[in-house]
C-alpha cells in the first residue's frame, strides 16, 4: 500500500514512523507547504518520497492522511475523493462546516472510496456511535484543563462555558477537534454539550464523554499526555491515527 502524507508536523511525523516499519506500506509520500518540514521527516524515514505537488501524492497513493490544517481539508480533499484516493482527516473541526462535510460525503460515495475521523484525543467514541442507532437523548463532552492552558491563573474550579458544541467551537477554537468528533459520532454540534473547564488540580488535559440513552449510560474518561514533538497535541490523537492504518491494513476489524 503506497500511504500520502499531507503535513510533516507533530502527527505526520508519528504516522510516517509508524508506517514505515509496516511491511504493508511500500513507500510514503510526503507534502508540507514549509519544505523544510519535507526534507526533515524525508530524512528520518527509509521509504518516504516528496511529493512534487499535491497532485502527485494523490496520483501515486492509495490513502491520504490529512494532518495539517482546516485550511488542508478544504484545499485538498475533494481533489483526493475526486481522484477515488481513502481519506483520512485529522482536523476534524472543519466537518462541523455542514455544506463542507456533505459535499465530501457525496463525492466519497459516487466515487466510492471512503472518509476516516479518527478518534483523536477522545476515548467513547465507539460507543457513541452504537448507541446513536438506537437513540441518544443527552451527549456532553466536559473538558478541564491546568488555569495556565487558558492564560488564567485560577485558585479554585471555574467553569468557563457550559452550552452548544457549535458555540464552543468559536469561543474556545483549541478545543475544535475533540468537540467536532464526538458531535460528529453522536447527535451533531446543536444538540451535543459542551463544558469546558478552569481547574488548578488538573495536572493534564482531561476529557469526559458522558451520553444517556435508549442503551443505558456511558462515561469515558482520558487524560492525555501531549505529544512530545508538540506540546498542543495530545499523543492520543497520533495514537488514534495509527490506530486507523492498522484498521485500513489489517483483515479483523475490531470495534
Ligand atoms: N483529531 C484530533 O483529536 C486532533 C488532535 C490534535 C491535532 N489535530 C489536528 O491535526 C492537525 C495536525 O496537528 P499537528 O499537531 O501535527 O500540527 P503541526 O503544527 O505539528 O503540523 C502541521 C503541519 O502541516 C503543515 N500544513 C499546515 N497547513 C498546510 C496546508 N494547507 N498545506 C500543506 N501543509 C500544511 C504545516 O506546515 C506543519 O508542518 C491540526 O489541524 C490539528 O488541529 C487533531
Request: aromatic letters at 4%; hydrophobic letters at 40%; a neutral charge.
Amino acid at each position: 500500500m503506497i500511504l500520502g502524507i499531507i503535513g510533516c508536523g507533530a502527527i505526520g511525523s508519528d504516522i510516517a514512523l509508524f508506517a514505515d516499519e509496516l511491511d504493508d506500506i511500500e513507500t510514503i509520500y510526503l507534502y508540507d507547504k514549509v519544505k523544510e518540514a519535507e526534507n526533515r521527516l524525508a530524512g528520518r524515514i527509509k521509504k518516504g518520497r516528496i511529493a512534487r505537488d499535491i497532485d502527485e501524492l494523490i496520483e501515486r497513493s492509495d490513502v491520504v492522511f490529512e494532518c495539517a490544517s482546516q485550511e488542508a481539508v478544504y484545499q485538498y480533499s475533494e481533489k483526493v475523493l475526486r481522484a477515488g484516493k481513502d481519506l483520512v482527516i485529522m482536523s476534524v473541526g472543519a466537518l462541523l462546516d455542514d455544506e463542507l462535510r456533505e459535499r465530501l460525503a457525496g463525492i466519497a460515495k459516487e466515487k466510492r472510496c471512503k472518509i476516516y475521523l479518527p478518534s483523536g484525543a477522545l476515548c467513547g467514541i465507539d460507543g457513541i456511535s452504537a448507541a446513536r442507532i438506537g437513540g441518544l437523548s443527552e451527549v456532553t463532552l466536559v473538558t478541564t484543563k491546568p488555569p495556565e492552558s487558558f492564560g488564567r491563573k485560577d485558585e479554585e474550579r471555574v467553569v468557563l462555558y457550559h452550552g452548544p458544541a457549535r458555540e464552543a467551537v468559536k469561543l474556545f477554537p483549541q478545543n475544535i477537534n475533540v468537540a467536532a468528533c464526538v458531535s460528529l459520532a453522536g447527535i451533531g454540534s446543536d444538540k451535543t454539550e459542551v463544558k469546558i473547564v478552569s481547574d488548578p488540580v488538573a495536572a493534564r488535559i482531561h476529557h469526559k464523554v458522558l451520553a444517556h440513552g435508549r442503551f443505558g449510560r456511558l462515561r469515558a474518561e482520558v487524560e492525555n499526555m501531549p505529544n512530545p514533538k508538540n506540546p498542543k497535541s495530545s499523543y492520543l490523537a497520533s495514537l488514534s491515527a495509527m490506530a486507523i492504518l492498522k484498521r485500513i491494513i489489517d483483515p479483523i476489524q475490531i470495534g
